[in-house]
């Protein structure tokens, strides 16, 4: 099988190389493309083409001087080399065959016979420069050459004076960046604009060497401007200009940049208004900052007013290290008006926090002491329940007291009526006494003033319906809240401790009257079922989720609970029943109903 054969186009031309790419693909080469000389010597050396096109006008090394150098490489110099270039004339025909070339295909290529004059150069065509025109054209291309290197050299020289004047504007730039960043630091805590503008101000006239400087900035206020004049020695606070000044709204109009210097300043309008105030002066190079503001493009924040001798104009590097620290300065004066005014802003709140803290005791007093006179005026109103309480059991006492005198008196004469009657008032005597005791008891209970903890026999009717009473007075039945009770247990006596019972009742009222939105009625119930006691509380709360209504009497139960707003959770009163009513062989239980939720005790009576 034959091997393909390779050509090498070296060509800066991407047109020209599709060109030539398309015909000679079309004919059966495989075609390679460089786009500069000394690419397309490398891949010369690596494919070892069978033919190279050439271009003689290319980017750094031209044609003629590839064209030697592949005549030097010992692999390469027997390469067949055509010339392909726009120059047409005998001379570059045969200056291209003394560099190297062994043909030459003028520019623009013709489709119709390329392909042929290509094959003709592979089947060994060469071209050679007449013996008598050899010498004359070698002056020629040694002419060229040197003409090419010194325009090279030129190119050099050039490029390294620029890359020498950009090395030292880096230098510039770099210690301008070094000053601007400690200096940044150094106003970290600074909190004063004046001071700030002036640091920066000065930094700017040693950098530039300003021996004049006018820099103003718009008073927050926003009703006129204020700033600061350098004149040789310090900076001095310059003259306030009104808000609408001829000078300021002229700023206006200035270019995007809001940059002026040399006779494009004096050329401008705004030119004369400084100096009629003696921002600068004919004698002197002048640069003209005009400062936007950086939230708001179209507002003037401040302006600053350069001025050194005029045989030193202001280079634009400066111009632009000048804007650089007119922009930190902007950012440094906002950044120390904000945290001032974030301290003012905490003061304010400290302030306002301690009247609130003051207030907020004041108004604890007044709740602590409106509670005490509500409690005064529950527990009056309780004492006066009692007392009305404790009027017919009294008068029970001193009716019966007065008529077992009478009886002592005639009992020789009323022989058996009286010792019927004796007994009937006896009774009623102690019916009174334990109805007066029963309501001392819880009173005493409530004051601290009595034992709790010993047992004793209760009627838990009575035990409820003074406790409840006691629960009003203390707050815990909320006011305007009605307890309907229904007691229709018919054994209702049991041998414990009157504390826990009081305790329980308290209990399940606390856990009646919570949740998102408390009723205002609860209904109370008892009854008997063989020898056990039954207590009924049913509330108008509000539902509990079933997942919360397992664990209601699980201790601590509301760890496990989700407060959810809205939602009513069991709350802690509950497990407090069930461990009470452990030591009654009691029972606790709950359930939704209706609006709310039921509770139910049972617990054996003997």
């Not at 600074?190 to 021996?211: F, G, N, Y």
């Not at 700023?251 to 004369?272: C, K, P, T, V, Y």
């Not at 634009?316 to 005014?341: C, Q, R, T």
């Not at 997942?547 to 699980?554: R, Y």
Request: glycine share 6%; net charge negative; aromatic share 8%.
């Amino acid at each position: 099988m034959t091997q393909a054969i390779k050509i090498l186009c070296i060509e800066d031309n991407p047109v020209n190389w599709r060109l030539v790419q398309r015909l000679l693909t079309q004919a059966g080469y495989v075609m390679h493309w460089a786009e500069e000389g000394l690419k397309g010597f490398e891949m010369a050396l690596d494919l070892q083409p069978d033919l190279i096109l050439l271009d003689i006008n290319l980017p750094g090394l031209s044609g003629f001087e590839i064209a030697t150098k592949f005549r030097q490489h010992t692999d390469l110099k027997q390469t067949p080399i055509v010339a392909l270039t726009a120059k047409t004339q005998k001379s570059d025909r045969d200056t291209a065959l003394v560099a190297g070339c062994d043909g030459f295909i003028p520019k623009p290529i013709d489709p119709f016979t390329f392909v042929k004059q290509v094959e003709a150069y592979l089947a060994g065509q060469r071209e050679h420069v007449e013996k008598s025109r050899e010498g004359a054209v070698l002056r020629n291309f040694n002419v060229q050459m040197l003409d090419h290197l010194e325009a090279q050299l030129n190119e050099v020289q050039e490029a390294n004076t620029k890359l020498t004047s950009a090395q030292r504007e880096l230098e510039i730039r770099n210690q301008s960046l070094s000053g601007l960043l400690t200096l940044g630091q150094s106003l970290l805590g600074e909190q004063d604009p004046s001071v700030i503008l002036v640091k920066v101000l000065d930094q700017v006239r040693a950098m530039v060497r300003a021996s004049h400087i006018v820099a103003y900035r718009l008073h927050p206020s926003g009703g006129y401007w204020e700033g600061f004049q350098w004149q040789g020695e310090r900076f001095e606070v310059a003259p306030t200009l009104q808000r609408d000044h001829p000078f300021c709204s002229r700023m206006l109009f200035l270019s995007e940049n809001g940059i002026l210097q040399g006779n494009a300043l004096r050329n401008h309008r705004i030119w004369d208004e400084g100096l009629s105030l003696g921002f600068w002066s004919p004698a002197l190079e002048t640069s003209l900052l005009v400062l936007k503001d950086r939230q708001v493009g179209h507002e003037i924040w401040g302006f600053w007013a350069l001025s050194r001798v005029a045989e030193e104009p202001f280079e634009p590097l400066e111009v632009e290290l000048m804007a650089l620290h007119a922009s930190h300065a902007l950012v440094s004066i906002e950044n120390a008006e904000l945290i001032h005014s974030l301290q003012e802003s905490s003061r304010a709140l400290a302030s306002s926090y301690e009247r609130m803290e003051g207030s907020y005791q004041d108004l604890q007093n007044a709740k602590a002491e409106i509670s005490r006179q509500d409690r005064r005026e529950l527990l009056d109103g309780l004492l006066y329940k009692i007392t009305h309480r404790l009027v017919t059991p009294v008068q029970v006492l001193d009716r019966q007291s007065i008529e077992l005198e009478q009886l002592i008196q005639v009992r020789h004469t009323l022989g058996e009526e009286a010792c019927l009657r004796a007994p009937q008032s006896i009774a009623e005597i102690r019916n009174a006494v334990s109805e007066i005791e029963g309501l001392l008891k819880a009173l005493l209970r409530r004051v601290n003033k009595d034992d709790p903890t010993t047992p004793e026999y209760l009627d838990l009717h009575d035990l409820m319906a003074q406790e409840l009473e006691l629960l009003a007075a203390e707050g815990i039945v909320p006011s305007g809240a009605e307890v309907e009770t229904e007691f229709a247990a018919t054994e209702a006596r049991i041998f414990g401790v009157y504390g826990d019972f009081a305790k329980l009742l308290q209990s399940l009222i606390q856990h009646g009257f919570s949740g998102p939105t408390p009723g205002s009625i609860l209904h109370l119930r008892s009854w008997t079922e063989g020898a056990c006691f039954h207590f009924e509380m049913v509330d108008e709360g509000g539902p509990i989720p079933p997942s919360e209504l397992a664990m209601a009497f699980e201790p601590f139960n509301e760890l496990h609970q989700q407060v959810v707003i809205g939602i009513r959770s069991p709350g802690p009163s509950l497990p407090f029943c069930k461990q009470l009513l452990a030591a009654y062989d009691g029972q606790i239980g709950i359930r939704n109903e209706g609006e709310g939720t039921a509770v139910q005790v049972q617990f054996p009576l003997h």
